[in-house]
């Protein structure tokens, strides 16, 4: 009977073991899983910020080549309307 006892003990501990093993392995394989999905969300959302300012560096180039001309639009206007004013007096 003690060895009965002793048996049924040994046997709880080793499928104790057992499913703590397989659970651990489930974690591990679940997190490394997880690990994976999260360096590809983080390299495309890097790339979407590299793009993003790409777009950003693009427009305002853009805005400031546009600042420019209108610059010069509104200095040629003025010396033009400087004439006028000095024709008409």
Request: charged share 40%.
């Amino acid at each position: 009977m003690f060895k009965h006892a002793l048996q049924s003990l040994y046997d709880s501990s080793i499928a104790y073991g057992l499913k703590k093993a397989l659970k651990a392995d489930l974690s591990t394989t679940a997190k490394n899983q997880k690990i994976k999905d999260l360096v590809k969300e983080n390299k495309e959302l890097t790339r979407k910020i590299d793009d993003l300012e790409e777009t950003i560096r693009r427009k305002t180039r853009l805005y400031e080549e546009e600042d420019i001309s209108l610059a010069e639009e509104h200095e040629g206007w003025k010396k033009d309307q400087r004439i006028k004013i000095f024709k008409v007096q």
